[in-house]
């Protein structure tokens, strides 16, 4: 076994309340025989016992930076499960993550058992979304994924918009920062507000003087909605390239 399996299995083990050896032994208790000695099905097995025992919409150990890396560690047992002699990692003296990189396969196979994670349908769009032009998903970019996650989860919990928001809408991202708040350019002039993304319409949410006004909704669902980089700034200049149009059937 590589390091990242021996990991992997040992720690998960642990959290099932067993040791390395007997999850292996209850593995070959109940595998078919022709994977008996396959270590990607082991580090699924231990990985996959483990999680089935939650049945939460969020997994509750995210919020945890060594479940966050222990994860991370199985994508990279799952990439490569047997020992190399020219691995570099190949010894538990000098192994460390970071600077890998996991694999698409891996990500696919791995991120959406965890419950909040990813989607089984989408994983593949975004694994490549997530690292762009990068060769692999590194541990940063994981762990920042994985806090925006938590962002958006504690924001479904706390957050509500007024009488547009839809029960059958699932949020996506929030953005409602006091310190760097959203801004909505209308008329040469900026609206700070609040804005939230569901998987159906964009919501803003304007900061008055008598607090939150009634949410504009778009429709992101009208094959008319357009999307699309912008330049805004006071007086019709375009001084900020970071802006972006949103238009659609109903606005």
């Given at each position: 076994?590589?390091?990242?399996?021996?990991?992997?299995?040992?720690?998960?083990?642990?959290?099932?309340?067993?040791?390395?050896?007997?999850?292996?032994?209850?593995?070959?208790?109940?595998a078919h025989e022709h994977?008996?000695?396959?270590?990607?099905?082991?580090?699924?097995?231990?990985?996959?016992?483990?999680?089935?025992?939650?049945?939460?919409?969020?997994?509750?150990?995210?919020?945890?930076?060594?479940?966050?890396?222990?994860?991370?560690?199985?994508?990279?047992?799952?990439?490569?499960?047997?020992?190399?002699?020219?691995?570099?990692?190949s010894s538990l003296d000098?192994?460390?993550?970071?600077?890998?990189?996991?694999?698409?396969?891996?990500?696919?196979?791995?991120?959406?058992?965890?419950?909040?994670?990813?989607?089984?349908?989408?994983?593949?769009?975004?694994?490549?979304?997530?690292?762009?032009?990068?060769?692999?998903?590194?541990?940063?970019?994981?762990?920042?994924?994985?806090?925006?996650?938590?962002?958006?989860?504690?924001?479904?919990?706390?957050h509500k918009i007024g009488?547009?928001?839809?029960?059958?809408?699932?949020?996506?991202?929030?953005?409602?920062?006091?310190?760097?708040?959203?801004?909505?350019?209308?008329?040469?002039?900026?609206?700070?507000?609040?804005?939230?993304?569901?998987?159906?319409?964009?919501?803003?949410?304007?900061?008055?003087?008598?607090?939150?006004?009634?949410?504009?909704?778009?429709?992101?669902?009208?094959?008319?909605?357009?999307?699309?980089?912008?330049?805004?700034?006071?007086?019709?200049?375009?001084?900020?390239?970071?802006?972006?149009?949103?238009?659609?059937?109903?606005?």
């Open positions: 076994l590589s390091v990242d399996a021996i990991v992997a299995i040992e720690q998960f083990a642990r959290l099932n309340g067993l040791t390395g050896r007997q999850v292996q032994r209850i593995f070959k208790a109940l994977v008996h000695n396959d270590a990607r099905s082991l580090v699924e097995y231990c990985c996959f016992r483990y999680l089935s025992r939650d049945n939460s919409d969020f997994h509750p150990s995210l919020r945890e930076l060594a479940f966050q890396r222990l994860i991370f560690v199985t994508m990279l047992a799952w990439n490569d499960p047997y020992d190399e002699d020219n691995d570099p990692h000098n192994y460390s993550i970071l600077g890998r990189l996991v694999e698409e396969d891996a990500f696919v196979r791995i991120a959406p058992a965890v419950a909040g994670v990813a989607d089984a349908s989408t994983a593949h769009h975004l694994f490549r979304a997530l690292v762009g032009a990068e060769k692999g998903l590194s541990l940063d970019l994981w762990t920042t994924y994985l806090g925006e996650l938590l962002k958006v989860h504690h924001g479904r919990q706390t009488d547009n928001f839809l029960s059958d809408e699932q949020v996506l991202c929030i953005g409602s920062s006091r310190k760097r708040p959203v801004l909505k350019w209308e008329q040469n002039t900026a609206w700070p507000g609040h804005l939230t993304l569901t998987n159906k319409a964009l919501y803003f949410e304007a900061i008055g003087l008598a607090g939150m006004k009634k949410p504009l909704r778009l429709d992101l669902t009208d094959h008319n909605s357009k999307i699309e980089k912008a330049k805004v700034g006071p007086f019709g200049s375009r001084l900020f390239d970071s802006a972006v149009s949103v238009s659609s059937g109903s606005v």
